[in-house]
């Protein structure tokens, strides 16, 4: 069992990038990041500050209106008692303060403050306006050693960074062959990556957004192995039972 884990492991490319050749070095421009954008179902932590305590007191009291069904549960506590927290409906809207109904579905983080600025200077005298994602999650599953969902602190996070929260890949993990699945615009995408080739680093998927779900394909050797190991022991345990019935039953068969 031993000797066929090693032959099947030998047989796999454990190494990222490993198209760059030995003691040589890689670079390579980096492209304009996509920024993310905001979808429905986004809940955004919305801070406003000015001189005037008392604007600052009327435009931070936003809270989470919990009215769908699919809520993580992951970091539900933690913002059901987050009094700056707004739910990004299905039509992209919040449901401000005073402004009521603002449209942020579709802006980046840094448009969303810069339209929140605007509609606030009408109100207050020079706001400023911190604003992020508070449900950024990204989920990793498959041939890794920790499959969960992760909620991320900041807006951007690249597809290494996720699998090295998710304890890496498993032997068995197919690096030239994992999924990434993600919703745009009412449409579910996947593409493959391969992370055996430096062509990883300028993907579009090499950066992950909110929601995103990264997929480590099982390798056939896998399952090869598990039947294998399924006929041994059945094998090894009728071995043994026969065995077993001969040493207790020797002289009766024998004498």
Known sequence: MLALLISSCAKR????????????????????????????????????????????????????????????????????????????????????????????????????????????????????????????????????????????GTDRINIFDALGLAGDLTLYGKRENVLVMRDVDGVRNAFRVDLNSTNVLSSPYYYLEQNDIVYVETDSQKEKDAKNNSTLITVLSVASSVIVAIIFNYQNLFN
């Open 13 to 152: 490319n454990l190494t990222y990038f490993s198209d760059i050749e030995p003691n040589s070095n890689f670079s390579t421009p980096i492209k304009e990041v996509s920024q993310v954008k905001i979808k429905p179902f986004d809940r955004l932590k919305i801070t406003v500050n000015s001189s005037s305590s008392e604007s600052n007191l009327l435009f931070n009291r936003g809270r989470v209106v919990e009215n769908i069904e699919a809520v993580n549960t992951l970091d539900n506590r933690q913002e059901s008692t987050d009094q700056n927290v707004y739910l990004v409906n299905e039509e992209g809207m919040i449901d401000f303060p005073i402004l009521g109904e603002i449209k942020l579905g579709g802006l980046s983080l840094q448009g969303a403050r810069e339209e929140l600025k605007f509609l606030l200077k009408s109100q207050v005298k020079e706001p400023s306006v911190n604003l992020m994602i508070t449900n950024f999650k990204v989920t990793v599953i498959g041939e890794v050693n920790k499959p969960s969902s992760f909620i991320i």
